[in-house]
């Protein structure tokens, strides 16, 4: 029997970035997008367009960039919303615009303060009006699974009548469980008359640790759509996670009607950059891209693989992208390779500027460290691409740090700011709270660190150690990375960097105003 199409759409860039922390810059979303579009991706939420010029201009970024994806944008019900989703989509070679309302008693009644005759009035306008701007048109019935049946019928039946090709039905709160919720997705399909003109989509948040086992129920009774992350990235407890569902289907070939068209050897290489960026470590037990995923400890197990690898392992560790990285760089590699590398990894710089610099550092690293992998680079990027949004960078000049048994660690270092240099230092609890005191006495930020976070890049003592730091001021968070097999100077260069795109220069310490 043929099987069916399972439509892959990612929403790492939207839901994944509303994680507390987890926002990115136009740049990181970009080179994302590209790492999704090497996967093979069917549909890409690129954004909320409406919400912030920022998220607007990487919306439009991805759309004028990505060309093998459906690049997607989220609206509400409104027209400012939906115009604002065109406007960002209108470059996209393929283009969809997902448009959204909740239908659940407790959401109207209580958030949108709406009868349900003019949820389905609004909910209609909407989609008729997306699909006047583009071809695709997705509508998704917030809070499915605490909606009425009878009521989400009868919505579904008209947004579908206006143009909507797509009904996805999230169960926004994690609240479903897999018998339930699937049964939920099959009934709709066989009561809604004109059902077959749409495909059905599942959007399952992971609260009770349910949204793959939700997704893959719901796929046995007729959705061919699942939303889901990069890593289960999203807010509260995440998303159904890509890698899963994509592997579960792969692995179990024998049950499920449908196939992908992941090109699986790139889920880990996603993974990784997904962390990088965001800041999120990946568990080293988790699923498919953890560490372990793949690591036997036990002697029975050991025996097992090596006589017969089938004998523990339902999967091939390859398969997935596990050591499948060959090429390696090193001091006497030129300028020619390093760029190469860089465009197999989907990442270009729009500054030749920002490339030099990028090209200084690996000549930096390479000095310090034999071999370079890809993980080094994606991590070296991170740090530089700010600059690329036109974010004036708060650059490390020197740094010394004493420490001694019985004494307070001291860091002594030196910044520059717009052409200007600047000395500093201070005492600390630690090394690491030394090096910090030491640049908020000079800049005097004001915000509150809320992690610190250190991550070995590679394997071996010579590995870079990639930090990450997530500062809060005023309410809006931010993250700074920074990579150096010194971790002291990682951590000031992750520090600076969080920094660097939290203030506004107009509002920096008089003393790095140049006075």
Known sequence: MDK?????????????????????????????????????????????AVSSQGDFEAVKSIADTIRDSTVCSLARTTHVDIERA???????????????????????KYKLQMTPDQVVEQAVSAVKLARNKVGDVEFSLEDASRSEFDFMCRIIE?????????????????????????????????????????IFSVHCHNDLGLAVANSLAAVMQGARQIECTI??????????????????????????????????????????LVSSITGFPVQPNKAIVGANAFAHESGIHQDG?????????????QDVGWSTNKIVLGKLS????????????????DSKTVMNEAFLRFKELADKKREIYDEDLQALVSEIQVKEDGIEHIILGDLAVTTKTGQLPNAALSLTYKGEHYRTSADGDGPVDAVFKAIEKLINSQAEL????????????????????????????????????????????AYLNALSVLENPDRLHPQLGGV
Request: no cysteine.
């Open 4 to 48: 069916q199409q399972l439509v892959i759409f990612d929403t790492t860039l939207r839901d994944g970035e509303q994680s507390p922390g987890a926002s990115m810059t136009r740049e990181e979303k970009l080179r994302v997008a590209k790492a999704l579009e090497k996967l093979r991706v069917d549909v890409i939420e690129a954004g909320f």
């Open 86 to 108: 065109a406007e960002a989509l209108k470059n996209a070679r393929s283009a969809r615009i997902h448009t959204f309302i909740a239908t659940s008693p407790i959401h109207m």
């Open 158 to 198: 008209q947004v579908i009548n206006a143009g909507a090709r797509t009904i996805n039905l999230p169960d926004t709160v994690g609240y479903g469980f897999p018998a339930e919720y699937a049964d939920t997705i099959g009934r709709l399909i066989a009561a809604v008359p004109n059902a077959d003109k749409a």
């Open 231 to 272: 890593n289960g990235l999203g807010e509260r407890a995440g998303n159904a996670a890509l890698e899963e569902i994509v592997m579960a289907v792969r692995t179990r070939k024998d049950i499920f009607p449908v196939e992908t068209h992941i090109d699986t050897t790139q889920i880990v290489a996603t993974s990784r």
């Open 305 to 317: 693989v090596l006589k017969y690898r089938e004998t523990y392992e339902i999967m091939k560790a």
């Open 334 to 349: 030129g300028r020619a390779a390093f760029s190469s590398r860089l465009d197999a990894l989907g990442i270009q710089f």
């Open 450 to 493: 809320k992690l610190y976070l250190v991550n070995a890049v590679t394997e071996g003592t010579d590995s870079q150690g990639e930090v990450t730091v997530r500062l809060e001021k005023g309410g809006r968070i931010v993250n700074g990375q920074g990579a150096d097999t010194d971790i002291l100077v990682a951590s000031a260069r």
